[in-house]
Nanobody, 124 residues
Framework: QVQLVESGGGLVQTGGSLRLSCAAS????????MGWFRQAPGKEREFVIA????????RYAESVKGRFTISRDNAKNTVSLQMNSLKPEDTAVYFC?????????????????WGQGTQVTVSS
């Protein structure tokens, strides 16, 4: 079992930055691929970014490429999402997720554990 708790959301102006963190419980954190998804009002949950077990590989949605980066610290059981050059269309609830598949996937159904989400609002 893995429990995930996100933090760091908030309100920011267009062009600003936010850093989201996800703290994970459990001693097997390093064995999980970690991802971030987001869900805007009235829209389906969508893949944002993910990182493999040792941080050596990442995958991005085209909409965030060049603006968002993901990192992880397996010693601290944390994964972070640095969001720069934020746009109003980035406004959503952001969810941290973990999958034991062993490879990066963009499919939400393939993630086993989810956090409760944190709101990010970008004002224009």
């Amino acid at each position: 079992q893995v429990q995930l708790v996100e933090s760091g959301g908030g309100l920011v102006q267009t062009g600003g930055s936010l850093r989201l963190s996800c703290a994970a419980s459990g001693r097997t954190f390093s064995s999980y691929v970690m991802g971030w998804f987001r869900q805007a009002p009235g829209k389906e949950r969508e893949f944002v970014i993910a990182i493999n077990w040792n941080g050596g590989r990442t995958r991005y949605a085209e909409s965030v490429k060049g603006r968002f980066t993901i990192s992880r610290d397996n010693a601290k059981n944390t994964v972070s999402l640095q969001m720069n050059s934020l746009k109003p269309e980035d406004t959503a609830v952001y969810f941290c997720a973990a999958t034991g598949l062993g490879y990066i996937t963009t499919t939400s159904d393939e993630y086993d554990y989810w956090g409760q989400g944190t709101q990010v609002t970008v004002s224009s």
